[in-house]
């Protein structure tokens, strides 16, 4: 469902983004909490590596039932999909399948998960077993602080109606803006005895895979929406034309990719508000080290314990 009042990404790209005063979550063991208040440095995952292997997949599978439902003429709908189809791996943004032979070939994008709910029992056993932290955040100021670096931000959209919605309404603004530009023949678009030039649907295509690349960031199956994520997605930096090279942690025995996101360049006091520890890790010690660690770190924040009631 559409919210009400909502602020977005952009005229085209219709991701809502959070509001004055809005609160953010961030799950994670330790170890992470450590690296973010001492440093002040955010570990961002590679999005191929993500808890839904199809991420960054997915925006393509709606965008083919959007082809399929709106396009009367079924010849001229595979033309038009397979074209955007190919306009998507030539930008490299996202990959069309899973385990695509040649990664190199593809842009790297690393996301950083926040989510907009305090306490949530699926994100403590998602992200820390009940035994880790959740660190809350002023919304405003940490997109402030990120904003030495190229990223991107938003509310991670899940119903896939609302998906579809937001491709129709990019395609009908790119097909608005190519008609201006003086592309009148793409005005039959969605008639079955279409006439469109080849021209000027390769045009079309070209726009329209920007806009599903950037929707891919923030799509996901309904089966996530419990996770109610708000995520910041980044690319890694260059220094003299060579790539930033991931760093690896391990997780259940797998290795997986990631880089460290510095907040504020130094600069900026974190915009840490409060840190609850899980359900799990609730013995006097872990309370008295967390509020002794914020202390030499030169934050007086309250210090919670998750009040999920755990048997064991």
Known sequence: MKLENARYMDEWI?????GTGDKLYHYTTA?????????????????????????????????????????VNETFAERFFSLVKEEIRRLGIISIEDGEADPSNRMSFYVVAFSKLQNNALLWAEFTEFHGYCL?????????????????HGTVIYDEKEQMTCLLEGLLSCIHGL???GRTDLDSFFEEN???????????AEDMAMVCS????FFKKSFFEGEQEYRFVFTPL????????????????MFLPYILVEYG??????PLESVMLGAKNNSDIATRGMKHFLKVQGLDIPVLLSDIPLRY
């Open 194 to 204: 279409a006439e469109v030039s080849e021209e000027s649907l390769q045009a079309l």
């Open 214 to 217: 950037v929707y891919a960031m």
């Open 14 to 18: 219709r991701v809502p983004l959070c």
């Open 265 to 270: 360049g130094g600069g900026k006091a974190l």
């Open 136 to 152: 809350e955040f002023s919304y405003e100021k940490l997109v402030e602080g990120f904003e030495e670096r190229a990223f991107l």
């Open 238 to 253: 260059e220094k003299d034309g060579t790539e930033e090279q991931p760093k690896f942690r391990l997780f259940w025995q």
């Open 179 to 181: 008609v201006s530009e």
């Open 31 to 71: 170890e992470g909490a450590r690296g973010i208040v001492q440093d002040k440095k955010f570990m961002a995952t590679k999005s191929d590596f993500l808890n839904d292997k199809l991420e960054f997949q997915y925006a393509l599978e709606v965008m083919e039932k959007l082809v399929q439902t709106y396009l």
